[in-house]
């Protein structure tokens, strides 16, 4: 059995906090925090998943009003334990360059596209730590026939959990967080063949 690196050993007994993230250089890309644990992106990304979240990204930049920036891949620290990694966030936070991570307060929209090996997590477990840390807005991406299928949901305040605000096809319209107008079916490349 090969030992494990220094690295991945918890600095304490009670395992990692959101702020060992910082420390740890070596750790792979997209190392997030759920619930103390360590939790690695093992499987190669699909093209799909790379594209779309590109173009996401840059659509939601295109028509993000002002005082609101788009970040992808950047961590939220819901908590002490929980510091999951979005695939795409928007933000209230002005940019900064040396930042590492969000707080609740400071994100509106969170977005993440379903892969294979995130789908339980994406689904279940950050939609729930999203809601319970207050923000807003949380967008999952499916797929389905290879186009994207956009589940969104609101926060319902009085019960700190989320409702949902409808299942997109095709085109994606909301009023919130901002005026947005999506042509889903241009943001990936139809399958060839």
């Not at 090969?2 to 890309?29: C, N, S, V, Y």
């Amino acid at each position: 059995m090969t030992a494990l690196p220094d690295w991945m050993r918890p600095p304490r007994e009670e395992g990692w906090f959101a702020e060992d993230l910082d420390r740890l250089p070596e750790a792979p890309r997209h190392t997030e925090l759920i619930d103390g644990a360590l939790v690695f992106m093992m499987s190669p990304q699909r093209a799909w998943h790379g594209r779309l979240v590109t173009a996401l990204t840059t659509e939601l930049m295109a028509v993000a009003p002002a005082g609101l920036e788009v970040e992808r891949e950047m961590t939220i620290r819901l908590d002490d334990r929980n510091r999951p990694e979005p695939d795409l966030l928007v933000t209230t936070a002005p940019y900064d360059p040396d930042r590492t991570c969000f707080r609740p307060e400071e994100v509106q929209l969170v977005v993440e596209v379903v892969s294979p090996e995130s789908a339980h997590r994406d689904r279940t477990v950050k939609l729930h730590k999203y809601a319970v840390a207050g923000i807003p807005h949380y967008w999952c991406v499916e797929e389905e026939d290879g186009a994207p299928v956009v589940h969104v949901y609101e926060l319902d305040g009085p019960t700190n959990a989320y409702a949902p605000a409808g299942i997109f096809r095709g085109v994606l319209r909301r009023p919130v967080p901002f005026e947005i107008d999506l042509d889903l079916d241009e943001l990936v490349p139809p399958r060839s063949g």
